[in-house]
T-cell receptor
């Protein structure tokens, strides 16, 4: 099956720092989503980005489908950005999102 | 719009007991999904539905049953709960195929003792 690998697994930063999270996938996809799971367990949709670049405030994402990776950028981190960030993909013709293992981000004040 | 809602938010069961989790969406989405999340892991698909009256197995369907009698509701049943079913359960929906963006509910934390 498709492999979804996220890096780094853990990231600890000071408030105000910038970060880049990476998602590599092993097959062609027609859906790629980034989620933030906050400390209360809620899954928050960040981006639906099977290709191209999108920005939403301090967050932006880029997916290069031909090279099978996606990047999530977080600028000027805040403590509320802490949590686990998941990348999830759907390969063409499949019926399920396949999740990566996540990147645990901790922002210290 | 409430989006995707789940009932209940928490539940503790004893081994062998049964229960039903309810998922509701008000976005007129065709596809609905049930996932489970175990500690330190991403989500895995249990069952899904491509429309009212349809259901299909996902990646980890054993021990669960589902029904979609109304387009807006998707029920997940545990007939005889086991400790291995202790997990957080998420429901999701998408406009049409999984190629469309999936929207997730807040989750149900289930503990089976």
């Amino acid at each position: 099956g498709i492999q979804v690998e996220q890096s780094p697994p853990d990231l600890i930063l000071q408030e105000g720092a910038n970060s880049t999270l990476r998602c590599n996938f092993s097959d062609s996809v027609n859906n790629l989503q980034w989620f933030h799971q906050n400390p209360w367990g809620q899954l928050i949709n960040l981006f639906y980005i099977p290709s191209g670049t999108k920005q939403n405030g301090r967050l932006s994402a880029t997916t290069v489908a031909t090279e099978r990776y996606s990047l999530l950028y977080i600028s000027s981190s805040q403590t509320t950005d802490s949590g686990v960030y998941f990348c999830a993909v759907v390969i063409q013709g499949a019926q399920k999102l396949v999740f990566g293992q996540g990147t645990r981000l901790t922002i210290n004040p | 719009n409430a989006g995707v809602t789940q009932t209940p938010k928490f539940r503790v069961l004893k081994t062998g007991q049964s229960m039903t989790l309810l998922c509701a969406q008000d976005m007129n989405h065709e596809y609905m999904y049930w996932y489970r999340q175990d500690p330190g892991m991403g989500l895995r698909l249990i069952h899904y539905s491509v429309g009212e009256g349809t259901t299909a197995k996902g990646e980890v369907p054993d021990g669960y049953n589902v029904s979609r009698l109304k387009k807006q509701n998707f029920l997940l049943g545990l007939e005889s709960a086991a400790p291995s079913q202790t997990s957080v359960y998420f429901c999701a929906s998408s406009y049409e195929t999984p190629a469309y963006e999936q929207y997730f509910g807040p989750g149900t934390r289930l503990t089976v003792t």
